[in-house]
């Protein structure tokens, strides 16, 4: 027999039973503290209704016990005050349906305990109360009934008007004679259903106190959650934006100390990737001078060929330190955004394009209205997205799409495209795919990785998929307004 189910996509089990209690559990931290509290607060009411009810038991035998105990104290006072032959009977006299007697020796009792010691209890004091003096006795039976149909059958307890206590007792004479009295007596006064105070116990209790610790619980939880909702915040403008603004530290002594760890964090990756920029830049600017050295020695190279081939492998070094520079030192935003007009940038773009490679670039689609950002990094990321597609594919469509809200410039071609498994990993820098694009068109790999990180800075993104017909579609997502702003509003 099956007795687990595999959770899809997980290697670990879980019994078919708690399949729907995970279905039904909250997802979210607030909610799962909020359903704690609440089923806490139950799994206390519950044994606090235990109580309740143990309670309200005996609040039910109190009067009838207090009745009979009276009673029977009478009777045994006026059969102690009767001649021994006279008092069977006076037991057949008094007898009763509800009120039965009988003379018993001593061997109708019995020295155990009564397993009803406070019901006992109640009836020696009360009996003790009567008489002036104490009176040996014993509680056998005792139980709480409702009253009986007219065919005979008994009310539940929860659902009589007037419950009864059925009980049996039995009463020592001065004598040693033993009185047993079997009896059956109900509430006096107005009736109260059991069920009727269950129902409202439950209302009040359980039903509006889970409602209030509710509200109380997400309201708590909401303003304890706060805090780590910002951490989060903070987190994904990180990883967005390393320069993002730093985390805001106010509040309780654990939050202070998480933001200003989280803030020591990003100022150390901040500091370090500044250090390996500058290392890197340094680097890439001091090799253009033997470049340049080894150009102008090639030029000297005898045969042709042989100098043809150092020019070649000196202009691939050269661009290889030029797309290293302006990775580093470029590709972030920096200064001021400022209102440019899309519509003239993309066919400036498209323009140079069409005069460095001699292919043209067509553009379509117009901007709804000027865009705020940072004029010379959308250039260049968007630049280096027409150049790939020209170097990549031969040709290179642009598709300007503004609804308002995002700004999105699409560059099209029909190439070979890129796989959707690589799609990804063609976004990191100096990664080529050699075997899928043509390895002879040159590149370093740095193109779609600035391209990624100018929109980035922007607050936006950068898709590709494939476009239809075939070849590659490179989508450069921009948003408008505030969210651009909150996401890039720290300099670079």
């Known amino acids: 027999m099956n007795t687990a189910a595999a959770t899809p996509g997980q290697g670990r089990w879980r019994p078919n039973g708690l399949s729907w209690l995970a279905r039904l559990w909250p997802q979210t931290l607030s909610g799962r503290i909020a359903a704690i509290l609440v089923i806490g607060m139950l799994a206390a009411q519950a044994m606090t209704g235990t109580i309740w009810w143990e309670m309200r038991r005996s609040q039910l035998l109190e009067v009838p016990l207090r009745l009979v105990a009276a009673r029977a104290a009478d009777t045994l006072a006026l059969l102690q005050a009767s001649p021994p032959e006279q008092r069977a009977a006076l037991v057949a006299q008094w007898q009763g349906s509800r009120y039965q007697l009988q003379l018993v020796d001593g061997a109708g009792a019995t020295t155990a305990p009564s397993p009803y010691p ?266 280096n997205l027409v150049e790939n597609a020209l170097r990549y594919a031969g040709d290179a469509q642009l598709h300007i799409d503004d609804d308002g809200q995002q700004l999105r410039i699409h560059v099209r071609d029909h190439g070979p495209g890129i796989p959707a498994a690589q799609r990804e990993r063609v ?21 779609l990785s600035i391209a990624q990180t100018v929109a980035q800075a922007h607050g936006g993104e950068l898709l590709l998929r494939e476009a239809d017909g075939g070849g590659l579609e490179a989508v450069l997502v921009l948003p408008r307004g505030a969210a651009a702003e909150s996401t890039a509003s720290a300099p670079h």
């Not at 915040?233 to 509040?251: C, F, K, Q, T, Y």
């Not at 309780?252 to 290392?279: C, D, H, S, W, Y």
């Not at 976004?427 to 193109?447: C, H, T």
């Open 118 to 383: 406070e019901a006992q209890a109640l009836v020696a004091q009360v009996i003790s109360e009567r008489l002036g003096q104490p009176v040996p006795l014993q509680l056998q039976q005792l139980a709480l009934l409702g009253e009986r149909h007219a065919d005979g059958r008994r009310h539940p307890v929860l659902l009589a008007d007037q419950p009864e206590a059925h009980l049996r007792l039995l009463l020592q004479m001065q004598d040693g004679q033993w009185l047993q009295i079997d009896a059956q007596e109900g509430e006096i006064g107005q009736p109260v259903q059991p069920l009727q105070a269950l129902a409202d116990y439950v209302l009040r209790v359980y039903l509006l106190r889970s409602l209030v610790i509710v509200a109380v619980a997400l309201i708590a939880v909401r303003l304890a959650m706060r805090p780590l909702q910002r951490l989060a915040a903070a987190a994904e403008a990180l990883g967005r934006n390393l320069h993002s603004p730093p985390m805001d530290a106010r509040g309780p002594r654990e939050v202070q100390q998480a933001a200003q760890a989280f803030n020591a964090m990003q100022q150390k990756i901040n500091e370090g990737l500044a250090e390996r920029t500058r290392f890197l830049a340094a680097v890439s600017h001091d090799l253009r001078s033997p470049i340049t050295r080894l150009r102008l020695r090639a030029e000297m190279l005898e045969p042709d060929a042989l100098r043809a081939k150092f020019r070649k492998d000196l202009e691939e070094m050269e661009h290889m330190v030029a797309s290293t520079l302006d990775m580093l030192t470029g590709a972030h935003a920096s200064g001021p955004r400022q209102t440019m007009d899309i519509h003239a940038l993309v066919h400036g773009v498209a323009q140079d394009m069409h005069e460095s490679s001699g292919l043209p670039v067509p553009v379509s689609g117009r901007a709804l209205q000027p865009y705020t950002g940072y004029a010379q990094s959308l250039r260049r990321g968007l630049q």
């Open 427 to 447: 976004l990191e820098p100096y990664y080529r795919m050699e075997p899928s694009r043509n390895a002879a068109s040159g590149g370093v790999g740095l193109g």
